[in-house]
């Protein structure tokens, strides 16, 4: 009874401060399923989350921030672009967003990149389709809102690991923003217009025999696992769930099928390596670091801990401080090792990490995505 004890008023606060990680539910809280009460603590914060949505109760900057396409394609025309990257730099003009928009001035925002990737993606070498036990032969690229506008380069490392391996890919020929940030707001009717954008053009592709690939965890997990609960009825989603696949488990499972090179030229040194929540929730294992473990002359070093940012959760005035705090264990193991590189699967917080290794003080390597660092190791330019 000790839920009586609480103020109703203060559920809000429970509310809002979660993030929806997920972790609680894969990790922490012993009343999941098998257990008779069957309690899933962030889908039931997620209908308060929309509750509030449809009360009308939502800020302006949240809504804005979470409509990634419409502020990427603003943010990154050119000459625009300039500028945006410029006040995202520039005290001045933080501390006017801190006080009119309620984003944190304190934050490391991401820059945007004039040179799209969907736009800059060079087309595939037509190598034969050699379809494996555990993998499909061909790959249908789901870009991503932050590849697509923020870091490119994720994206065409990905692509070039890819090539070095022969395996044909394609761009999602249609695409929207995979939902995950109107998902976390609870604006669930937004969520159905992007399903109902992607999902036509990812069914096509899955049926024709493609796994889909994104470099990012959060949106592979909204469509492996989100928009069939939301969904359960229909078969499209059901089929592009089935076809999606993390870059890592991808390239894992492409390797017991004996179908992945494994000749690595260059030796990375001490790597620290953060596994994401978003990455955790899929249930694939430890894909990610499995891979780096391949690379020769290559440490790795792992941390399997919340970094406190979620998408657009730590930006946010009310909850920055808060979210440092709980990044800060991950801070301080990331930079433990005084590694060469510290990687994330999810590219926001990796930016997180960097920004907290340096508030603390301490030295630290270089950001990169982990697909980058394959790059690398393959010797590929």
């Known amino acids: ?32 399923p098998p257990h008779p009460w069957n309690v899933d603590f962030p889908h039931t914060m997620l209908r308060g989350k929309a509750i509030k949505f449809r009360a009308g109760e939502t800020a302006f900057r949240d809504r804005l921030l979470t409509s990634t396409d419409r502020v990427g394609r603003l943010a990154t025309i050119p000459v625009v672009v300039q500028a945006v990257n410029w006040a995202n730099r520039n005290g001045a003009a933080r501390a006017v967003m801190d006080k009119a928009l309620g984003v944190a001035a304190e934050a ?21 389709v050699r379809d494996g036990e555990r993998t499909r032969g061909k790959v249908a690229l789901f870009a991503t809102c932050y590849v697509n506008y923020n870091e490119p380069g994720i994206g065409h490392d990905l692509v070039k690991v890819l090539e070095h391996n022969q395996v044909p890919y394609k761009v999602v020929e249609k695409e929207a923003c995979c939902g995950m940030p109107k998902l976390e707001l609870g604006d669930l009717a937004s969520v159905e217009k992007l399903k109902d954008i992607n999902i036509p053009a990812l069914v096509r592709l899955a049926r024709a025999g493609y796994a889909i690939l994104t470099a990012v965890p959060s949106c592979t997990l909204m469509f492996k696992l989100e928009l069939p609960l939301l969904f359960p009825d229909d078969e499209d989603v059901r ?28 030796p990375l040194g001490k790597v620290s390596y953060h596994i994401p929540c978003h990455s955790r929730v899929q249930n694939v294992g430890q894909k990610t670091r499995e891979v780096l473990e391949w690379l020769p002359g290559t440490d790795v070093s792992t ?27 991950v801070f301080r193991q990331m930079a433990a090792s005084a590694p060469d590189y510290i990687a994330s699967d999810c590219p926001i917080a990796g930016r997180r990490i960097a920004e907290g290794i340096d508030a603390l003080g301490e030295p630290r390597g270089r950001k990169e995505h982990p697909i980058t660092l394959v790059r690398y190791a393959y010797g590929l330019d």
């Open 108 to 128: 490391a925002l991401p820059p945007y990149d004039a040179r799209r990737f969907r736009d800059s993606v060079a087309p595939s070498v037509a190598w034969p």
């Open 239 to 266: 089929a592009v769930a089935d076809a999606m696949v993390d870059p890592f488990e991808y390239l894992v499972l492409r390797d017991r099928d004996g179908l992945l090179r494994r000749d690595f030229t260059r």
């Open 303 to 329: 941390i399997e801990r919340c970094a406190g940012h979620d998408g657009t959760w730590g930006v946010k005035r009310e909850f920055y401080a808060i979210s440092m705090k709980i990044g800060k264990p």
């Open 1 to 32: 009874m000790e839920v009586d004890g609480v103020a109703k008023a203060d559920y809000w606060k429970v509310i809002d401060q979660c993030y929806l990680c997920d972790v609680c539910y894969m990790t922490k809280c012993p009343y999941v």
